[in-house]
């Protein structure tokens, strides 16, 4: 299908100035063989490299040609007068993504100033954690068409938004050299790998590589956007629909990371799965509207069926067939057997007295359907295998 | 409702993309324009003014099925391929005695997405692999057909790579079994020649507005038996798919469209007038292909050793994104398609490219162009003249050309 682009992004992907290939900021390393392999075989994450007594080279890749973006970021640093020198960027991506990495660019050409500009330090539980200052949320309003009083009349299409996390993605690799020095995707090592965890938060969607702190950090936007569409009484969500707002929720990220847009099993079999995030930071939904739509969790609540992992899954309904149903069938000389669960649907096996009878195992199987519907989760079928 | 203009003003459309859809000739335009409106009667009226307007649906039926060597009288006319495909595999399963369906993974989404609700409801599919150059192969059909397999659907043509399937062994190899065979030849009809009879094809869908007829029509022929070696001929069975009233023998329900009926079976004249035409498209192709692949270093060409329709060409290039290059050729007006997973909503590459174990990193480069009997010489030159620029423009923003150079 064809995207509604605003004029500005188009106008920027067409013009790029900040092109490494044109720029050259390689040739300053003309020699690191290693470096530059891991650059064409798109394994290099992050790298860190000294000119000379003043000057830092910074390298931060994000995504694969596989998924359909690729983005290496590069930053001439000058350590004395704290400021960015040169620019430049590699892109394999549509108009979208390509328009996000120009932008991000120009921003921190404008902005020059390295620390305090580019980046921040937050200290955190005795850490220091490096934070990017340019955001997919500025990259974006940067790129949508306004009228004389600054009013937004166009924005980058929702669905292509996931395209502009390239940017933001590719810098906070970047600082991560400023930290770990150099990482290789293939040559991780567990130190680094807890560091990324530790940075990121653990991996959630294996498929695009997205991080739990990735996702997390959505939320208050999204909470923020869904407020004011319900204050405007654009949404049909209520406050009390979780379900709903949980789908908001999902859709959204999804929408501005690709987590769960292929193989899907993030969204529940995972730990953590995407479900179980929105719910861990959102538990409670505040009916009364107040400032915050949402309320964040104070302490640690029970998790719904659906957030549960899948083993904590399978218990529940375990729990609730030796409870409700095999005391009942046990009394007519019957036994009932939990086989499987995929997805929502129970697979159970009657046994002894019951499992002669076809008619009486249909008529169970609903019976049972109807007991855990009730004590487990609405959505669960079952179905009995002979 | 206005006629609007293309929001871009632009001086020249290069239309390659005719296996999306095609622009209607202004002839079909023109006996549809008559059948709205001065004959505008219903054909199933019993007054002369509506009721003698089976002549033209009687006329369409020939045109059409003199493409493909068919029965007018087994023709059912459909709102498009789509209608047609549904049919074919729930009319069929619906009286099956077996549950078991062979499809392959490249079908269009209009047979897949069919299959996986038949596939909740009970039944069993299985779905074949492809080669490497996008081909279902008869070995692998054999190796799978069951007791009970009632069904196999397997499409003429493939839309993104122009693959032809080995349709004719394939209704040679089933011709004496009790299975139905089905075929979308939505992509093959009226760009190559087909035979029902001689390659024992039960069931074939098509559309009218991929060889440059109107959307929204399209029909399927059903073979109404099979000879199976000795024995009584054994009845073809299938149940209707829309219900309504008595048009079609009950196994179409709704009003004869008879506007774009008069413009399919105007088309279908065409296309059998033009069936030469289809050496000159293909050479045009060659030429484009050709020309890519002298100016454009490292591109790959997808099923390239397959046999191929003659108006398709499906090239990979490597280090520049899809949809960048289809935006980029759109801004000067050339109108091409991509697999790449950022220009779907879903964000999901190309299942026939997947399936073809083409290399990840190349899925989302891809770009098909498909040409038409209007396509002429000089709009080839015009992408040509064009497209090397942008690639290397793109190659230069992802650095392909740099890492490749060293």
Redesign the interface.
């Known amino acids: 299908m064809a995207w509604d682009y605003p004029e500005k992004l188009r106008e920027v992907a067409a013009n790029p100035r900040f092109i490494e290939s044109e720029v050259g900021l390689l040739r300053l390393i003309e020699g690191d063989g290693k470096l530059k392999s891991a650059l064409a075989s798109g394994d290099l994450i992050a790298a860190k490299r000294d000119i000379d007594k003043e000057r830092t080279l910074y390298i931060g890749s994000y995504g694969s040609p596989a998924c359909g973006d690729y983005m290496t970021l590069f930053l001439l640093v000058n350590n004395p007068t704290n400021s960015v020198e040169k620019i430049s960027y590699d892109n394999y991506g549509c108009t979208s993504s390509i328009g996000a990495s120009e932008m991000g660019a120009r921003l921190i050409d404008k902005i020059k100033q390295f620390e305090g500009g580019v980046f921040q330090k937050r200290e955190e539980k005795g850490q220091f954690q490096l934070e990017p200052l340019i955001l997919n949320s500025g990259i974006l309003r940067e790129l949508s068409d306004v009228d004389e009083s600054g009013r937004v009349i166009k924005s980058v299409p929702k669905e292509k938004h996931h395209c502009s996390v390239m940017f933001e993605q590719a810098l906070r690799n970047l600082l991560k050299a400023l930290t770990h020095g150099d990482i290789y995707g293939s040559l991780l090592s567990e130190d680094q790998k807890c560091m990324i965890d530790e940075v990121d938060g653990p991996l959630v969607c294996h498929c695009f590589d997205v991080h739990e702190k990735t996702i997390t950090r959505l939320f208050q936007s999204i909470d923020k956007e869904l407020h004011e569409l319900m204050a405007r009484g654009e949404s049909d969500l209520r406050p009390d629909d979780k379900e709903g707002i949980v789908k908001y929720f999902h859709e959204r990220v999804q929408e501005s990371t690709k987590a769960g847009g292929a193989c899907g099993k993030c969204h529940y079999d995972r730990s953590p799965s995407i479900e179980a995030l929105i719910l861990r930071e959102f538990p409670n939904y505040n009916p009364k509207g107040d400032d915050k739509v949402v309320v964040r969790a104070e302490h640690k609540e029970e998790k719904p069926y659906f957030a549960l992992p899948f083993f904590d899954r399978v218990k529940l309904i375990q729990e609730a067939i030796d409870t409700f149903v095999r005391p009942s069938l046990q009394r007519d000389g019957g036994d009932i057997e939990l086989v499987s669960l995929e997805g929502d649907t129970v697979k159970v096996a009657l046994t002894g007295a019951c499992a002669t009878c076809a008619a009486s195992s249909v008529t169970m199987a609903y019976g049972v359907q109807q007991i855990l519907r009730e004590h487990v989760y609405k959505r669960l079928d079952v179905e009995h295998i002979g | 409702m206005v006629i609007r203009k293309y929001s871009r003003p632009i001086e020249k459309i290069v239309y390659m993309d005719n296996n999306a859809t095609t622009r209607a000739d202004p002839l079909v335009a023109e006996v549809m324009v008559h059948y709205l409106t001065e004959e505008y009667g219903n054909s199933e009226s019993v007054h002369h003014f509506g009721g003698d307007l089976r002549y033209v649906e009687d006329d369409a039926r020939e045109n059409v099925t003199r493409l493909f060597n068919g029965n007018p009288a087994n023709l059912y006319f459909t709102s498009g391929a789509t209608e047609a495909n549904n049919w074919a595999l729930r009319g069929v399963m619906k009286r099956a005695k077996g549950k078991h369906i062979i499809t392959s993974t490249v079908e269009h989404p209009s047979v897949l997405n069919v299959c996986k609700q038949l596939e909740l409801d009970g039944y069993q599919v299985t779905y074949l692999p492809v080669t490497m150059e996008g081909v279902v192969e008869l070995d692998a059909l054999i190796a799978s057909v069951r007791e009970d397999t009632s069904l196999v659907s397997i499409m003429y043509a493939n839309n993104e790579t122009g693959a032809i399937m080995p349709i004719a062994d394939i209704g040679n190899y089933l011709k004496d079994k009790k299975i139905i065979f089905h075929s979308d030849a939505t992509q093959a009809l009226g760009k190559i020649s087909l035979d029902v009879v001689a390659e024992h094809i039960d069931l074939l869908s098509f559309s009218a507005h991929k060889f440059h007829g109107p959307k929204g029509i399209g029909g399927l022929h059903i073979a109404p038996r099979k000879r199976i070696a000795e024995g009584a001929p054994w009845r073809i069975e299938i149940t209707p798919f829309i219900l309504g009233g008595e048009q079609q023998d009950y196994m179409r329900g709704g009003t004869m469209n008879i506007p774009s009926i008069a413009g399919l079976g105007k088309a279908a004249e065409l296309a059998y007038l033009h069936s030469g035409d289809s050496n000159q498209v293909e050479k045009l192709r060659n030429l484009l292909e050709q020309s890519i692949s002298e100016q454009v270093p490292g591109v790959i060409i997808n099923s390239q050793n397959a046999r191929r329709l003659p108006n398709t060409t499906n090239i990979i290039f490597p280090?520049?994104?899809?949809?960048?290059i289809v935006?980029?050729l759109?801004e000067i007006g050339i109108c091409v398609s991509t697999g790449?997973?950022?220009?779907?909503?879903?964000?999901?590459?190309s299942h026939v490219l997947d399936a073809m174990k083409v290399e990840?990193?190349?899925?989302?480069?891809v770009i098909r162009f498909s040409l038409s009997r209007y396509t002429s010489e000089e709009e080839i030159k015009y992408v040509i003249h064009n497209l090397p620029k942008i690639i290397e423009k793109l190659r230069?923003?992802?650095?392909?050309?740099?890492?490749r150079g060293?």
Do not use: H, Q
């Open positions: 280090g520049a994104e899809g949809e960048s935006d980029r759109s790449s997973a950022c220009s779907s909503k879903s964000l999901t590459i990840p990193s190349c899925i989302n480069s230069n923003y992802s650095g392909y050309t740099r890492k060293g």
